[in-house]
């Protein structure tokens, strides 16, 4: 599946074309890679997302063309998630 779709599947992303320019931002790795909106998902795989401050890891368990609210979590294990602390630099 592409990275784009399950982004969105897995509701992770509430848009494909957010998905989509997040990857194209270089701002998904997969496998510690940047991945393209059209990268190949596969389970086993690990995501890295960095939306802002706020940065996800998680671990692909699942693939399913369509998910509803209750099974999306399903389809992916948080590894991490971190929120950076700000910067206050005009203390």
């Given at each position: 599946m592409r990275m784009d779709k399950f982004l969105k599947v897995s509701r992770l992303?509430?848009?494909r074309e957010v998905a989509k320019e997040l990857c194209d931002a270089s701002?998904?790795?997969?496998n510690?890679?940047?991945?393209k909106p059209s990268t190949?998902?596969?389970p086993g795989d690990e995501l890295r997302l960095t939306l802002g401050r706020h940065?996800?890891?998680v671990?692909?368990?699942g693939i399913s063309p369509y998910a509803n609210k209750t099974t999306a979590s399903s389809l992916y294990d948080i590894l991490e998630d971190r929120i950076q602390e700000r910067s206050d630099t005009y203390a």
């Open positions: 992303i509430k848009r701002f998904v790795l997969c510690g890679k940047v991945a190949e998902v596969v940065t996800l890891t671990k692909v368990l």
